[in-house]
Structure formats: C-alpha cells, structure tokens
C-alpha cells in the first residue's frame, strides 16, 4: 500500500524552567493511505506532542527528523505553507470539542467560514456543502441545525460537527485526538462506526491518537505504541493484540477492562514511566519491566522485525541480548 506520510527520527524537546523535556525521541512511523493507524499510550508517551508536530501545531522544537507528505517535508515549510495545509489536506479534531467551537456563532456560520477559507466557492455552495456533510455525519434536520449554537447541541453531537468541520475540505489525512474520551459508551461506539464509514466512503487516511485499547481493537488497521517519547511495538492489529512482543504492550493488553468481571476492573501496569527531563540510558520501560536484565539497564535495545510488518524495541527479541550480556557491549 501507498505511503502517505513518513516520519523519520522525529525529535521533539521542550525548554521550560526546569530543563529541557525529551517529549519524542526517535518516532519513526509510517500512514499508508485509506487505513486506521492508531498511535497508543499513557499520557506523557509522546503521543500528542508527534500528533501535533505533523500539524506543526505543536509549542515544542522539532530539533531533529523528518515528516514527508506529499514529496515535501512539513518541518521545513513556511508557516503560511502550513497554513495552506492545515484544514485542508490535514485535519484534526480534538477530544473536547468546546474548546475548537466558538460558542458565540452558530455552527453552520463556523463550517461554512472553514469552507469559505479554503475553497474559493460562493456563499451559497459552501452552505449546501454544509448540509450535504451534515447529512454524512448524521446530524438530522441540518438547515435547523445550522442556526443553532454549540450549546444547543450533545457532546456526541458536537463530536460529529466537529468532524464535519474536519472533513469538509476534504482532506487526505484526518489526525484524531482522544475523539471518543469523553463520550459516554454507547455515542462512543457510533462516532468510531462513523469515522469507519467516512474512511470507506473518502478513503481517508486516520491517525488517531488514544490511551484506550478498547478504541484501538474497534477500528485500527495498524497500532504504534509509544511509550516515553519512543514508538516501542509496531504491527498491525492481529499482531498488537495477539502477538505482543514487548512487555509494556501486554501490559496495556491486560489493563483493558474485562467484559466477563463484575465491575470494569483495570490490572494497571506499576510503577510510572521515566523523567523525561534526564531519559534512562537503556531501555525506558527498564524500571516498570518484570523481565528486566543487566543488559536493559545499559543499553537502548535496538528495533527487531518480527514480521515485514511487525518490530519491537526489546532486548529480549535482540539475538543480541545474550551477547551484550556476556561481552558488555554491543
Ligand atoms: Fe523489558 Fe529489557 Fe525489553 Fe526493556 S528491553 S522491555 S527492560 S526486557
């Protein structure tokens, strides 16, 4: 499958008064076009912050890497480049969509300003562009809706304007942020059905971003998991869920609530992941990992393919490892 967006050794540090913050060190991650890519962890991997720096959006430096699209690489535009890009080839919706929406106009007033931005179409076309995608994310009786204001609307409901605002220009990548956490189940599950029925109908390209396992097995094609700034496993779904690899993603496998117990019981994983301000030498998951070895401690383990389409970053897939030990260095 074609290769949409390739980001290569992305780096991404914070200043503040404390130090620098490594946010994404080394993200390497590719989106192919039409399918799901789910990028997975707890917060604080990393994962906003790569989501963000696509957008350029993000209030870090991108210090190092890459992010091919379309032949150009984003870290290098201009801002006003970006700005053509933004809204238009990629789109992203957050998880509170109050804070995206301007409570004081009405919702169809704000699509059809996003129209108006990006496509050079008559008042009238970008209103009947709005019903028309109104219609496509299941808002009812759109020409009534349209008058109305954000707050006249439900939180699932102000999800799926959101997502209309997304898609309206059409973009070929759509980057979703946590877009169903605060979505009670039920409306959950019908905004994740929809995004699948959106990606059949437009071929649309998704990342979405989550910490929530159960989101990721509904609608994913591949998964990445990031855990302290680093993507640790790779593979495609079948692969995350039933061939994990690395041990922080069976402990994320083991904290999704079972359907069988009585009460939603999470099994979390102990302990917290590293300071980012000073990364551990060795592996990050060092400290948290039951199967923890000398050579962990010492040493980055270094990216193993499992399949063409499956790697980890764990010493114990590294042939190495035994090696390492014995000898003291890599
Ligand atoms: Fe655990 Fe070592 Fe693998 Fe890191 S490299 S996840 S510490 S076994």
Redesign the pocket.
């Known amino acids: 499958s074609e290769t949409i967006l390739e980001i290569k050794d992305l780096h991404v540090s914070f200043t503040t008064y404390g130090g620098e913050v490594q946010a994404v060190r080394g993200v390497n991650v590719t989106l192919n076009r039409g399918e799901t890519l789910a990028i997975v962890g707890e917060s604080g991997c990393g994962k906003t912050v790569t989501s963000q720096s696509i957008m350029r959006l993000t209030a870090g430096n991108i210090t190092k890497g890459s992010i091919r699209f379309k032949g150009k690489d984003l870290t290098r535009l201009t801002e006003k480049q970006m700005r053509d890009i933004r809204g238009s080839d990629i789109s992203m919706i957050f998880q509170d969509p109050m804070t995206s929406l301007n409570p004081t106009l009405t919702v169809g007033k704000q699509i059809i300003e996003g129209v108006e931005r990006h496509q050079n179409i008559s008042r009238h076309d970008a209103e009947r562009l709005a019903l028309e995608i109104f219609d496509w994310v299941g808002i009812a009786n759109g020409k009534e809706r349209l008058k109305q204001y954000p707050h006249q609307f439900s939180g699932g409901m102000r999800q799926r304007i959101m997502i209309a605002m997304a898609l309206v220009c059409k973009p070929s990548i759509l980057i979703a942020d946590e877009p169903t956490t605060a979505l009670d189940v039920t409306i959950q599950a019908q905004i994740l059905e929809l995004f699948k029925e959106i990606q059949r109908e437009t071929g649309v390209s998704i990342i979405l971003i989550t910490h929530d396992m159960g989101v990721v097995a509904q609608v994913s094609d591949r998964i990445a998991i990031m855990y302290a700034g680093k993507v640790v496993e790779i593979g495609r779904r079948k692969d995350i869920f039933y061939r994990p690899q ?3 993603t069976k402990g994320l496998l083991h904290s999704i609530p079972r359907m069988d117990s009585e009460e939603d019981e999470l099994i979390p994983i102990p302990g917290t992941p590293p300071d980012l301000f000073s990364p551990p030498k060795g ?1 990050p ?2 400290a948290r ?1 039951p ?3 000398e050579v ?1 401690e010492q040493y980055q ?1 270094i990216t193993t393919a499992i399949s063409s389409d499956h790697a980890v970053d ?3 897939q590294d042939e190495r490892a035994k090696q390492v030990t014995f000898t003291g260095e890599v």
């Open positions: 690395h041990p922080y592996c998951f060092v990992c199967f923890a070895m962990c383990p764990c010493w114990l």
